[in-house]
């Protein structure tokens, strides 16, 4: 760890940033985070506490002086997604996040950083642990699994929060104040595939797609980005090749930034494989020069497998992937340029006589959300697979009333002397759930900037953080009186 990031100001947000990166944090394995946090409550001295489901709680008294101020609930969640370069040889559950400076911005040596949501844990820890900073009284939340479910914020029960204000601190816009988010559903759709003996006749390579920019399936949908299952898939949908294995992509909320995939070729169609194999990889390289300059297609020589798929199994894999809806499905028609539901082809695995493709369907509205859903399900059954739809939570309905978003948009003007862009975001922000056990409670989103989220590209700007930290100082002293 660089010590060079422990002196970055503000000192206290890099340091607890610095620690908490210490500790690994992947999504459903969070036991060593949990109780990083715990023992830090703790050492405060402040009522720290683990409710059901495994999120961590910690209160804090108001400081001096602001006692008459509304409660305020702060809360980030303490998972990360874990992606990594493929040449990177990293260990998440082990290891630390291995943290360096590249100018204004921080980064990870080919990983994610976790700047998502670390940024805003390390802030939270920030304030509890100071006695100077200015605030009214504190429910610190820090959620559990917020990437591949949210059942931290979907397990929290009504009645445990004290506050009456919701600041949500994993927003990735310095000038950006979000009032609405999109929900969402988890479709996973198996089968099982017969498989033929390979013949001697033949020869097997290795296909690679990789090289894509990947990043967050809500955020980073509507950017023309390259899946790379759908790549894949149509180069094994137009190559004289019978399917041995695929592995493609990895987290459902990260769009797939590689596919691997097995294959075997009669030895009279090698010619023809490699003909058509250059044209259409150059055709699909062209098409996606400008958004993907570094994708690479490549095939090597393989060692030859033992089975392939039944030509009939095969046919229907690659009709259900090419016919799966990807990217945006609509934009919506009351706030200019939200995406409104999206799909995103999340993994596509394909090994010992199993299939599995997973899907992580959005939108902001619940009739559109099914309907989408609803789409895959057919596209999916009727090459005879089993669809299960899991993880359903809800969006964040916009309240243009609300008193904090006043609050902070007079603020911010104040401040900056610009307004700032008032946003629902297509992503999948755990307010709209936790709204739905603390209805009264007056809920915004932000953050400072950071972009490559969900991938290895993933990078937190220094200027920013620092905008937003003394933004973030002035709302606490700015919260009204109850």
Known sequence: MSNTIRELAPKAL????????????????????????VDFGKSLNLETFVDTIGNVIIRKPASQGMENRTPIVMQSHL?????????????????????????????????????????????IMAILESDEIAHPQIDALFTIDEETGMTGALGLEGGILRG??????????????????????????????????????????????????????????????????????????????????????????????????????????????????????????????????????????????KNTMSKKSQRQLLQAVYSAWNGVYRMSPDVSDLVEASNNVARVTVKDGKIKIDNLTRSSVESTKWDLADTLLTTYKANKFKVKMS?????????????????????????????PKVMACHAGLECGILGSNYPKMDM???GPNIRGTHSPDERVSISSVQKYWIYLLETLKQIPIR
């Not at 004289?240 to 596919?259: M, Q, Y």
Request: a neutral charge; aromatic letters at 8%; charged letters at 25%.
């Open 14 to 37: 890099w340091n607890n940033f610095s620690d908490l990166n210490n500790v690994p944090r992947p999504s459903k394995k969070e036991e060593k985070v949990r109780q990083f946090m």
């Open 79 to 123: 998972d990360m997604v874990c992606q990594k370069n493929n040449d990177t040889v990293f260990d998440f559950d082990t290891q630390g996040i291995q943290m360096y400076i590249d100018g204004d911005w921080v980064k990870a040596k080919g990983t994610t950083l976790g700047a998502d949501n670390g940024i805003g844990v390390a802030s």
């Open 164 to 305: 009456e204000i919701l600041l949500n601190l994993d927003t990735e816009d310095d000038d950006e104040l979000g009032i609405g988010c999109a929900g969402g559903v988890d479709i996973t759709a198996k089968r099982k595939y017969k498989t033929v003996e390979t013949k001697e006749d033949t020869v097997a390579y290795i296909l690679t797609v990789k090289g894509l920019r990947g990043g967050h399936s809500g955020m980073n949908i509507h950017e023309g980005r390259g899946n790379a299952n759908k790549m894949m898939n149509r180069l094994l949908f137009n190559l004289p090749v019978a399917i041995s294995s695929i592995a493609g992509g990895s987290l459902r909320n990260a769009i797939p930034r590689e596919s691997v995939a097995v294959i075997t070729v009669n030895v009279a169609k090698d010619k023809a494989f490699k003909k058509t194999f250059k044209l259409l990889s150059e055709s699909i390289k062209t098409e996606f020069k400008t958004v993907e300059p570094n994708l690479t297609i490549t095939f090597d020589k393989a060692p030859l497998p």
């Open 391 to 419: 993880g359903s939570y809800p969006g964040w309905q916009p309240n243009p009333e609300s008193k904090i978003l006043t609050l902070m948009e007079n603020l911010y003007v104040k401040m900056y002397d610009a307004k």
């Open 444 to 446: 915004i989103s932000f």
